[in-house]
Nanobody, 120 residues
Framework: QVQLVESGGGLVQAGGSLRLSCVAS????????MGWFRQAPGKERQFVAA?????ASTMSVKGRFTISRDNAKNTMYLQMNSLKSEDTAVYYC????????????????WGQGTQVTVSS
């Protein structure tokens, strides 16, 4: 069993910053690829970023968001800067074996999500 727990969400004004964290525990290999997705009200879940255990990454939100991970702590981060109202969503952490992917269906494990609300 694998558990993913997100934290760091909250209410922030437009232009502000937040750092999300995702801690993995249980039967998870350190070589797992991890990713962030988000789901805004009334919309489908959307890929945000993913990172391999070696640090290779891919982003859909470029320039404002940065993904990173600390393998020793089994923790992944999403640094979000210059936040906009359209970034408001529930942010989910996910994990998968193998390489980078932006496809939701390829991820095996999911966290419960953390709410990010950006006020304009």
């Amino acid at each position: 069993q694998v558990q993913l727990v997100e934290s760091g969400g909250g209410l922030v004004q437009a232009g502000g910053s937040l750092r999300l964290s995702c801690v993995a525990s249980g039967r998870i290999e350190s070589t797992y690829t991890m990713g962030w997705f988000r789901q805004a009200p009334g919309k489908e879940r959307q890929f945000v970023a993913a990172i391999t255990w070696r640090g290779a990454s891919t982003m859909s939100v470029k320039g404002r968001f940065t993904i990173s991970r600390d393998n020793a702590k089994n923790t992944m981060y999403l640094q979000m800067n210059s936040l906009k109202s359209e970034d408001t969503a529930v942010y989910y952490c996910a994990a998968k074996g193998g390489t980078l992917s932006s496809l939701e269906g390829t991820y095996d494990y999911w966290g419960q999500g953390t709410q990010v609300t950006v006020s304009s």
